[in-house]
């Protein structure tokens, strides 16, 4: 071990979508080959070499970056590769709280000056992002619109996402019939939509989106194109922006990140931010994990665990 070297055993490490990109070759970002999977997850600080001044035997850390490959037992990283967290926070909120957290924070302060009371609405709102969206929404004193798919369980998912703080919960049915024009006489359109899946359901955000707002798209889970009319572009003059973390932290500094973390650690801290609902599946069993990941309607983000 070098002396800037930090030896760490994983302890957790989510499957995201994202993962999946990597491994199919359509991220954005490609490790050199060979490489091991897994972009996020918590470990613990085994060993620090010599020259190691910020970590120390014990500490949790995550990756500070992409493509770190967290699906493994143990291994020696740079220290600047490493963030450390506070380890008195939950397993599963840690391993999980890299991406998607950063991501909606991100997406909910920086696009749009948003009051107490304003609304967004995004899609997907089951994903993880989704999940986190509404919780950090909520402490925020925003209300979210949440849009999902239909499925047999909805009762279940929309109590679920209700009690994460959620103040509307409409399928993607729903918000494309008649009955939306008077829940809008009484809720004032949101400034910002927050779209993870591209298609049809981002063209109905669009269309529910006050003049002048924004939407954002962060995901594509249709693997279909955002489609604007151009009424909407003209008359209502609505922006669409995208958002990729990993681009926005090669804008900030490591400091920007790490404070943007300890935000989040205080949210959680505090009760106001939950792990997403999860399913925690041993490392070796990585195959069924990644079976379950890949079905739609499954609403639990599979952890692997090595501990
Ligand atoms: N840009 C960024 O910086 C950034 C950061 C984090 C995540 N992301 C992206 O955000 C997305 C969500 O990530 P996550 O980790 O939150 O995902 P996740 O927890 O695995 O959830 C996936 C979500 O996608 C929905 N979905 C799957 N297939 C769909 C389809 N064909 N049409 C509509 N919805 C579909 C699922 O809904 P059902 O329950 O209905 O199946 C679920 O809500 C991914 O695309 C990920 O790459 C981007």
Not at 91 to 100: E, I, K, Y
Request: aromatic share 6%; proline share 7%.
């Amino acid at each position: 071990m070098g002396g800037s070297d930090v030896r760490v055993k994983m302890l957790a490490a989510p499957i995201n979508p994202s993962d999946i990109n990597m491994i199919q070759g359509n991220y954005g970002l490609l490790p050199e080959l060979p490489a091991v999977g897994g972009n996020e997850g918590v470990g613990r600080v085994e060993a620090v070499g010599s020259d190691v001044t910020g970590l120390k035997p014990g500490d949790w850390v995550i990756p500070a970056n992409a493509g770190l490959g967290t699906w493994r037992t143990e291994a020696v990283f740079r220290e600047e590769a490493l963030i450390r967290v506070p380890s008195d926070i939950p397993l599963q909120s840690a391993a999980t709280l890299g991406v998607n957290p950063c991501t909606a924070y991100r997406m909910l302060k920086d696009f749009e000056q948003l009051r107490p009371g304003d609304s967004v609405i995004q899609n997907a709102s089951n994903s993880g992002v989704g999940q986190a969206v509404i919780q950090i929404a909520a402490a925020l004193g925003l209300r979210t619109i949440n849009v999902v798919r239909d499925r047999p369980d909805l009762q279940k998912l929309t109590q679920r996402l209700k009690n994460l703080g959620a103040e509307h919960v409409f399928t993607e049915e729903e918000l494309r019939g008649p009955e939306m024009k008077s829940f809008f006489k009484d809720v004032p359109p949101p400034r910002l939509a927050l779209n993870c899946v591209g298609g049809k359901s981002s063209t109905e955000l669009l269309r529910h989106l006050a003049p002048g707002g924004t939407m954002v798209t962060y995901g594509g889970m249709a693997k279909q194109p955002v489609i604007a009319s151009v009424s909407l572009l003209i008359f209502k003059d609505v922006r669409l922006r995208g958002f990729w973390l990993s681009q926005w932290k090669k804008n900030h500094s490591p400091d920007e990140f790490k404070e943007l973390i300890l935000t989040l650690c205080e949210l959680i801290r505090q009760g106001q931010l939950s792990a997403p609902a999860c399913s925690e599946v041993p490392l070796q069993d990585f195959a069924q994990a990644l079976e379950a990941c890949m079905k739609p309607f499954v609403s639990s983000k599979q952890i692997l665990t090595m501990c």
